[in-house]
């Protein structure tokens, strides 16, 4: 950090070369770099592709399951707008549990919850040494 301004390390980042012994083998990993390089395409759609002659030297087939495909494919739900109006203090309240931290507190806790009153945006933390601290610290 210089200022107010963080700076990154230049830096080259090697990948993994994937070396193959047949070329069974290379048709497999072109056709598996096709498939995430394409946003993890699904065999149908990859199909398509080659069918049009738009990915050369790829051919299809079964690519079986991988864990990375579903992580790759999840996305975020977007929250609908919600209006409150709130009139009092405690009429609405947010609260946010975070945790577990890599480093312990001084009181030996990992994990903290929020409470935030809508109406007065007065906020409220409590430190947990677990989790499952949060109902004894909401009543």
Not at 85 to 106: H, Q
Request: proline residues 1%.
């Amino acid at each position: 950090m210089k200022g107010k301004l963080y700076f990154l390390d230049e830096s080259i980042d090697t990948g993994r070369v994937v070396v193959s012994k047949s070329l069974e083998d290379d048709e497999a990993n072109n056709f598996k770099l096709c498939h995430m390089c394409l946003g993890h395409a699904g065999e149908k759609a990859l199909q398509r592709l080659v069918n049009q002659g738009l990915l050369k030297g790829a051919n299809t087939g079964k690519h079986g399951f991988y864990e990375h495909c579903v992580l790759e494919k999840q996305t975020m739900v977007k929250f609908g707008t919600a209006i409150h109006n709130t009139k009092e203090v405690l009429d609405y309240i947010y609260k946010n549990i975070w945790g577990p931290s890599k480093n312990e507190s001084i009181g030996g806790n990992r994990w903290f919850v929020t409470f935030i009153n809508d109406f007065s945006k007065k906020a409220w933390v409590y430190m947990m040494k677990h989790k499952d601290e949060v109902f004894d610290v909401f009543f």
